[in-house]
C-alpha cells in the first residue's frame, strides 16, 4: 500500500515506513535515545530529501520519545530536576550550534564535516562504551551478580563536589553541582545543533560516565529532555525550512510509539551494561557505515546540493 | 534504413518551445501555423494531438501516473517524435565530488540554469537515426535530445577550481541524477505508427514529478526534414489532503508546526496510557 507525502514530494510504502518507526521506537525506548542518528540515514536510504527526512524525524521523535517518557516517569525513571537543568544547557547549547553552523556553512563542504565529526565522536562513544560494558559484564559473569547501575567515575564526582551550586537530586540519590549537568547539556546541544540529530546518543553515555547516573535513569530523564528539544526543533524547522512532512511523520509514529513501549519495557528487564554494550554496537554500526560512505567511490560524482536542513 | 521505415518521434515540452503556449490543458488538438520546410520541398503540417488525462492529480494514493499522447502524423512520415517537457527551468546548484586524500568529498559546486525539471522523449525508430538525419541544427533548434538540451543551459562555476572534464562530468551526471527518479528518460521505439500515420504512446509520469503544467510536442519526419508538428499540454496538481497539507506548511507554518508537535505528544500520551492500561507498569 503506497501513500503519497505532500512535503517530500514522494509515494511510499506504508509498511515499510511503518516497520523502520517500529524498529527505531524500539530502541528509542530501550537506550533513551531519539533514535535521529538512526532514522534520518535510513529515511535517506529510502529517498526522502535529507532536510525533510531530519525535519519529520525530530517530528515523529516527540511522538516515541513522549510515549517512552511517561512509561519511565511512572516506572520512577526520571530525575525532573537534573532533566530541565540538562534541558536548559542543551536549549543554550543548540542556539550556540546553530550559529556554529552557518560559519560552517560559510566555510563550505560541511556534510564532509558532519560526517566527519558523527565518525569520529561515534567511534570515540561506541569504543569506550563497548570496553567498558564487556568489562562490566565478563566481572559480573565471574563474580555473580553485581550493582546493574552506573559505573560513574570516582574521579568526576569528587571534583563535581568542589564546585559551587550544590544540589540535591533525590530521585537519583545524588548531591552534585548543578554546573556540570548545565554544561554537559550545553555541550551536546551545540554538538547536536552541528550533526542535525537531538544528541541522546552522547547525552546518555554522558549522564552515565561523567555524571554518574544509574543507566536507567540516564534514560528515562534523557527522554523527558528529548520530548521538549525534538518539539522545538520541529516546531523550529516547520517555521523556517517548510520541511516538516507531517504525513510521513505520522506513519513512523503508529509504528514507533508501540516500538518505544516495548523498548522501555524490555529496558527494565536488561542490566545496565547489557543495554550499554547494546547501543555500543549499534553507536559502532553506524559509525562504519559512515566512514564507509566517506572512502567509498560514490556512483555518481555529481549531487544537487542539499536545502540548508539541519538543527 | 531510417527513411523507408516509418517512424515517429514524440517530445514533451515547454510551451513556448516550438509554438505558443496554450490557454488550457486540453485533449484536443492544436492547430500550428503552417511553414515551409528549408528546403522548400515540405510544408509543415498540424499534427492533431490528444494528451490524456488532461490533469494527473496528485491525491494521498497517488504513487505516478501516466499520460496517453496520440495524434495523427503524415502517413509518408519517417519517423514521429514526442516530448514532455515542463515549463519551469528551476536553477540548480549541483556539487562535484572528488577524491581528497582517502575521502570523498565535494570539490566544486556549480549553479546550473535553463535545464527543464522534466524531459522525456519517445520515439518510433532508433533516436541516433533520427538525429543524423535532422542534423544537429534543427535537433538543437527543436530540443531534440540530450545533446540539445546541453546547447540551451547555463552553468556557473561558484566555487573550486575549473577542469576540462567539468562540463561533460556535470551533464552526464546531472541527466544520472534526474534519469534515477523518472524525470528524465528517452523512450527509444516506444510510439506505435499505423499505416495511416495514426500513432500514439504511454509516457511515465514519476511520483517525483511537481505539480505545474507541461508542455507536449509533436513532431513528424520526412527525409530528414521536420514535415509536422503537434503541440498539446497537461497539468499535475495536488488535491485533497496533500493540498492542504503542502499549502498549510507553506502559508501557515507557525500552526502547521504546532500541530505537528501536539498531535506527536497526544499520540505518544495517549498510545502510553493505552498501554498502561493493558497491564504496563
Redesign the interface.
Known amino acids: 500500500m503506497?501513500?503519497?507525502l505532500?512535503?517530500a514530494?514522494?509515494?511510499i510504502n506504508v509498511f515499510l515506513v511503518v516497520g523502520i518507526g517500529g524498529i527505531v521506537g524500539f530502541l528509542s525506548g530501550l537506550f533513551g535515545v531519539g533514535g535521529g542518528f538512526l532514522l534520518t540515514p535510513l529515511l535517506m536510504m529510502i529517498?526522502i530529501p535529507p532536510a525533510v527526512a531530519a525535519a519529520s524525524d525530530s517530528?515523529?521523535i516527540?511522538?516515541?520519545?513522549?510515549?517512552?517518557?511517561?512509561?519511565h516517569y511512572?516506572?520512577g525513571h526520571v530525575d525532573m530536576k537534573m532533566g530541565i537543568i540538562i534541558l536548559i544547557g542543551g536549549l543554550s547549547g543548540g542556539t550556540l550550534g546553530v550559529q556554529v553552523v552557518k560559519i560552517l556553512r560559510e566555510m563550505?563542504?560541511f556534510?564532509?564535516f558532519i560526517k566527519?565529526v558523527y565518525v569520529v565522536i561515534l567511534g570515540v562513544i561506541g569504543g569506550l562504551m563497548f570496553m567498558e560494558s564487556l568489562r562490566s559484564l565478563r566481572r559480573s559473569a565471574t563474580a555473580g551478580p553485581v550493582e546493574a547501575q552506573a559505573p560513574g567515575s570516582r574521579r568526576f564526582s569528587d571534583w563535581f563536589q568542589a564546585l559551587p551550586l550544590q544540589m540535591e537530586f533525590k530521585n537519583l540519590g545524588m548531591r552534585t553541582s548543578a554546573i556540570f549537568p548545565f554544561v554537559a547539556g550545553m555541550i551536546v546541544g551545540i554538538l547536536a545543533a552541528i550533526m542535525g540529530v537531538g544528541g541522546g546518543f552522547i547525552m546518555v553515555p554522558t549522564m552515565i560516565y561523567i555524571i554518574g547516573m544509574p543507566t536507567v535513569m540516564a534514560v528515562g530523564t534523557d527522554l523527558f529532555q528529548i520530548?521538549i528539544t525534538s518539539?522545538n526543533v520541529?516546531?523550529?524547522?516547520?517555521?523556517r525550512n517548510?520541511t516538516?512532512d507531517?504525513?510521513l511523520?505520522?506513519i513512523l509514529?503508529c509504528g514507533s510509539?508501540?516500538g518505544?513501549?516495548l523498548g522501555a519495557?524490555v529496558s527494565?528487564k536488561l542490566r545496565g551494561e547489557q543495554i550499554r554494550i547494546l547501543l555500543a554496537v549499534i553507536v559502532l554500526i553506524v559509525m562504519v557505515k559512515l566512514l564507509f560512505d566517506?572512502?567509498?567511490?560514490?556512483e555518481?560524482?555529481?549531487?544537487?546540493?542539499r536545502a540548508s536542513g539541519g538543527h | 534504413m531510417l527513411k523507408s521505415a516509418l517512424s515517429i518521434l514524440l517530445l514533451i515540452s515547454l510551451p513556448g518551445f516550438c509554438g505558443p503556449a496554450l490557454a488550457a490543458s486540453t485533449s484536443t488538438g492544436v492547430p500550428l501555423s503552417v511553414e515551409t520546410s528549408l528546403s522548400g520541398q515540405f510544408v509543415v503540417v498540424d499534427i492533431p494531438l490528444t494528451v490524456e488525462p488532461a490533469s494527473s492529480d496528485v491525491s494521498v494514493w497517488y504513487k505516478g501516473g501516466q499520460e496517453m499522447v496520440s495524434g495523427q502524423a503524415p502517413p509518408d512520415a519517417d519517423a514521429v517524435m514526442t516530448i514532455i517537457r515542463s515549463m519551469e527551468t528551476p536553477p540548480m546548484t549541483l556539487a562535484r565530488k572528488g577524491r581528497v586524500v582517502l575521502f570523498w568529498m565535494t570539490v566544486k559546486k556549480f549553479h546550473v540554469e535553463n535545464m527543464p525539471g522534466v524531459y522525456q522523449l519517445a520515439t518510433s525508430a532508433p533516436l541516433s537515426a533520427i538525429l543524423e538525419s535532422i542534423g544537429p541544427e534543427e535537433a538543437a533548434r527543436n530540443q531534440i535530445g540530450y545533446a540539445a538540451l546541453r546547447e540551451g543551459w547555463e552553468v556557473k562555476l561558484t566555487s573550486g577550481a575549473a577542469s576540462e572534464d567539468d562540463m561533460d562530468v556535470l551533464f552526464n551526471g546531472l541527466v544520472k541524477l534526474k534519469d534515477k527518479i523518472g524525470l528524465y528518460r528517452i523512450l527509444e521505439n516506444a510510439i506505435r505508427v499505423k499505416p495511416d500515420g495514426a500513432f500514439s504512446n504511454a509516457f511515465p509520469i514519476s511520483d517525483a514529478t511537481t505539480v505545474g503544467k507541461y508542455t507536449v510536442l509533436a513532431y513528424a519526419i520526412k527525409d530528414g526534414t521536420i514535415i509536422g508538428k503537434g503541440q498539446g499540454e497537461f497539468a499535475v496538481n495536488k488535491i485533497g489532503l496533500v493540498n492542504w497539507l503542502t499549502a498549510m506548511a507553506s502559508h501557515r507554518s507557525g500552526i502547521y508546526g504546532i500541530i505537528a508537535v501536539v498531535i506527536a505528544f497526544a499520540t505518544g500520551i495517549v498510545v502510553s496510557i493505552i498501554f498502561k492500561g493493558k497491564g504496563g507498569h
Do not use: C, E, Y
Request: a positive charge.
Open positions: 503506497d501513500i503519497f505532500p512535503i514530494g514522494k509515494s529517498g517530528n515523529q516527540v511522538a516515541s520519545a513522549s510515549s517512552a517518557a511517561a512509561t511512572r516506572m563550505g563542504n556534510d564532509f566527519a520530548v518539539a520541529t516546531f523550529q524547522q516547520a517555521m517548510h516538516v507531517l504525513m511523520a505520522v509514529f510509539v508501540f518505544a513501549q519495557r527494565k566517506l572512502i567509498r567511490t560514490p555518481n560524482v555529481i549531487d544537487f546540493v
